[in-house]
């Protein structure tokens, strides 16, 4: 039986996740921050967790309130302050490039680690915020009047709130040289010197658009975003001065997800979602994020570039498949699909041969071309 991921979160080239108070790691172990600690692992009962955008260490928040940082502490990121490990009433945390945060039950911010990347909090916003999010460089909070206060590095104008949004928004999202916020319509925004306010965002989730698609989670860095739709759907996107060759390893979306999306999180090339079902995926370029740890994966991979020649064979029709990462061995264990391919469909079939097609009625008519059952997960020949 598969467990119920309930959290998250793709730092700079590592990844965690929590499941049943249980937390995994996986992706580039320098500076330690995949050794979770003994701590953390013994009790279990961790209810929010948070890998470093741009950084390289970790954050994990406990059922009673306290938390635990781990990884590269030469910026004193992983040095919680003594108010914090005293009070037991922190109720969110953020890792950021080179800080960390972390918010109280009060309403009240405490930050530290290197001071240009906003460890000061503005005195006006204290007892009054929501929610946090840190960034590469810069820190971003949302207060009870759903208005959005940035602080801290101001690179490509990271502090320059838009005006007109205050006051309508309802969630927050930092990440390298980029802030960005889902507004009470359902609509995304970001703001930093490239992106003009959401230039690359897709017209249909973008602020301004009157289309009824709306969105409830969103993860950005400089060049790439995700953002989940109301209706467990994925969107992926790129801006235009990203490589075309890249653009698809991170957009190539699997299409079996379609409808099963819970939660997303970006790192500088690869997407990692939670599915409804519990399990996790990870896609792009990165090998060692796609690693996902297998007791909670679900099927790896998005681009058949990137993925090995299967050399055993399986009947088409067969819903139990072996599916194989390029560091996984022909020992893996096999994952029942027979859910998600019974109950989704793909929207992205339409060509036979198109990219990014996990199972459709091409496929699902035996039409392998000569391959053994999903050698390529996404080719439908």
Request: with cysteine; glycine share 8%.
């Amino acid at each position: 039986m598969w467990k119920t991921s309930t959290s998250i979160s793709m730092g700079l080239d590592h990844a965690l996740a929590l499941v049943d108070g249980e937390v995994f790691a996986w992706g580039n172990n320098v500076f330690g921050k995949c050794n979770i600690p003994a701590s953390i692992k013994e009790s279990r009962d961790v209810i929010m967790i948070s890998a470093a955008k741009n950084g390289h260490h970790s954050m994990a928040l406990k059922n009673d309130g306290t938390l635990e940082c781990w990884g590269y502490n030469g910026s004193r990121q992983c040095n919680v302050p003594a108010s914090i490990k005293e009070s037991r009433n922190v109720v969110a945390i953020s890792a950021g490039g080179g800080h960390s945060m972390a918010l109280t039950e009060t309403g009240r911010v405490e930050c530290w680690g290197e001071n240009h990347k906003g460890i000061v909090v503005p005195d006006e916003i204290q007892g009054k915020v929501i929610a946090i999010s840190a960034g590469g460089f810069h820190s971003m909070a949302l207060t009870k009047d759903y208005e959005v206060r940035c602080w801290g590095g101001n690179y490509e104008n990271l502090r320059d709130v838009p005006e007109h949004i205050q006051g309508k928004v309802i969630a927050i999202s930092a990440g390298l040289y980029v802030s960005c916020a889902i507004l009470n319509d359902g609509k995304i925004i970001c703001w930093n010197a490239a992106s003009e306010e959401s230039s690359d965002i897709p017209d249909d989730i973008k602020v301004g658009s009157s289309s009824p698609t709306r969105v409830s989670s969103i993860s950005m860095e400089r060049y790439i975003g995700a953002a989940v739709l109301t209706d467990s759907h994925l969107r992926c996107w790129t801006s235009s001065s990203v490589d075309s060759r890249f653009a698809s390893s991170f957009t190539d979306i699997p299409c079996w997800i379609q409808g099963l999306v819970a939660t997303v999180s970006i790192g500088l090339n690869n997407v990692l979602v939670s599915l409804t079902t519990g399990k996790v995926v990870c896609w792009g370029p990165d090998t060692n994020l796609r690693n996902v740890p297998s007791e909670i994966l679900g099927i790896v991979d998005s681009s058949p570039s990137l993925l090995p020649r299967m050399t055993s064979t399986a009947a088409a029709g067969d819903k139990s498949v072996v599916a194989l990462s390029p560091q996984m061995t022909s020992t893996a264990a096999a994952v029942d699909l027979s859910s998600e391919q019974s109950s989704n469909k793909c929207f992205n079939c339409s060509e036979p041969t198109q990219y990014g097609s996990f199972y459709c009625e091409k496929c699902k008519s035996g039409k392998f071309g000569g391959y053994s059952f999903l050698q390529y997960f996404h080719h439908c020949y």
